[in-house]
């Protein structure tokens, strides 16, 4: 399986971005999806996830309402919509597929590369 991530890049507090995420080699819309960052001497976290189907949707409460995640199964790709971006946004934005909630979770596949996210104030 393969994760292929993009669509970051630097941005003004307040701008927007749109990351795509590309999988390839896996039942793709079997799985729940998320995306999940990782800023420099932080643990990763997982801050938006769907469920297989895209009936569901979930984020931490830190992006709540600016953050929007979605999924085209037919192209076997997952969306991130950021609007309003915060400084304390800036990390490396990965997506894989996984299981368990926001709190607790696993994933399935070796991660991919991500895409750099940075905020500036």
């Known amino acids: 399986v393969q994760l292929a991530e993009s669509g970051g890049g630097l941005v003004q507090a307040g701008g927007s971005l749109r990351l795509s995420c590309v999988v390839s080699?896996?039942?793709?819309?079997?799985?729940?999806m998320g995306w999940f960052r990782q800023a420099p001497g932080q643990q990763r976290e997982l801050v938006a996830s769907?469920?297989?189907?895209?009936?569901?949707?979930d984020y931490v409460d830190s992006v709540k309402g600016r953050f929007t995640i979605s999924r085209d199964d037919a192209g076997n790709t997952l969306y991130l919509q950021m609007n309003n971006l915060k400084p304390e946004d800036t990390a490396l934005y990965s997506c894989?597929?996984?299981?368990?909630?926001?709190?607790?979770?696993?994933?399935?596949?070796?991660w991919g590369q991500g895409t750099q996210v940075t905020v500036s104030s």
């Open positions: 894989n597929a996984h299981w368990g909630t926001l709190r607790l979770w696993g994933v399935l596949h070796d």
């Open positions: 769907i469920t297989s189907g895209g009936g569901s949707t």
């Open positions: 080699g896996s039942t793709f819309s079997s799985y729940a």
